[in-house]
C-alpha cells in the first residue's frame, strides 16, 4: 500500500495530468520535485525504451517508459527502498 502513494502523488502532479506527458517536462519533475535522476536505461522486447529514476539518498524511484520519436514518457511505477536484488530469497542457494 505504501507504494501507491508516491505513485499517486506523480500521476496528481500537473506533469502527470494525462497518463503521459512531454519527455522533458517529466524529467525536470522528477530532478526537482524528487531528487530522481536516471540510474538505469533499457529497451524492452516491444521497442519501448524503460528509464529507472533513482533519489540515491532517500532510495525512491520512479520507472517510465519512453516514446524517443513523440518524445512522449509515460509513468510504469514509482516506490522506495531501492537494493540489489537478493538472489538467495528467490532462487534458494545454489550449493
Not at 530522481?36 to 524511484?61: C, Q
Not at 513523440?70 to 511505477?77: D, L, R
Not at 516506490?79 to 542457494?93: H, I, R, T, V, Y
Request: some cysteine; overall charge negative.
Amino acid at each position: 500500500m505504501r507504494y501507491l502513494l508516491p505513485i499517486a502523488l506523480i500521476l496528481s502532479t500537473p506533469a502527470f495530468a494525462q497518463p503521459c506527458s512531454d519527455a522533458n517536462e517529466v524529467h525536470k519533475l522528477l530532478e526537482k520535485d524528487y531528487s530522481e535522476k536516471p540510474f538505469i536505461e533499457m529497451d524492452d522486447n516491444l521497442g519501448r525504451h524503460l528509464v529507472i529514476y533513482l533519489n540515491a539518498s532517500t532510495l525512491s524511484w520512479t520507472a517510465v517508459s519512453l516514446d524517443k520519436e513523440k518524445k512522449i514518457t509515460c509513468a510504469v511505477a514509482a516506490g522506495s527502498n531501492f537494493k540489489p536484488a537478493n538472489l538467495k530469497e528467490f532462487f534458494g542457494d545454489p550449493s
